[in-house]
């Protein structure tokens, strides 16, 4: 059983930055994928970013702008989520996912099993 740990969120101006981390994906992680999904209040949750431990390639939604950053650790214990230049409608709870082996898309939030507690970002107008 995976546990999943986030923290880092939390009530921000319009345009200032969090960094929001995620740990403990569990024993092996050379082929876990790790992805951050997020949900505002009455909407679905959406992809936001990911990354396969194993690859160089980081994946992100149209709508990060090249605001958020994805990294992970050297070990790959510990993903962060650095986002910058926030706005009012990236309030919303942020939750971080992990799948061993993926073998469905990275954007959709069935292809993972299990997931953090989330955590509350609250961007300030």
């Known amino acids: 059983q995976v546990e999943l740990l986030e923290s880092g969120g939390g009530l921000v101006q319009a345009g200032g930055s969090l960094r929001l981390s995620c740990a403990n994906f569990?024993?092996?992680?050379?082929?876990?994928?790790v992805v951050w999904f997020r949900q505002a209040p009455g909407k679905e949750r959406e992809f936001v970013s990911a990354?396969?431990?194993?690859?160089?390639?980081?994946y992100y939604a149209d709508f990060v702008e090249g605001r958020f950053t994805f990294s992970r650790d050297s070990a790959g214990i510990t993903g962060y989520l650095e986002m910058n230049n926030l706005s009012p409608v990236d309030t919303g709870t942020y939750y971080c996912?992990?799948?061993?082996?993926?073998?469905?898309?990275?954007?959709?939030?069935?292809?993972?099993?299990?997931w953090g507690q989330g955590t509350q970002v609250t961007v300030a107008s």
């Open positions: 996912g992990v799948v061993r082996y993926l073998d469905l898309s990275l954007y959709h939030d069935r292809s993972y099993d299990y």
């Open positions: 569990g024993r092996t992680v050379y082929h876990v994928t």
């Open positions: 990354m396969k431990w194993s690859e160089p390639n980081i």
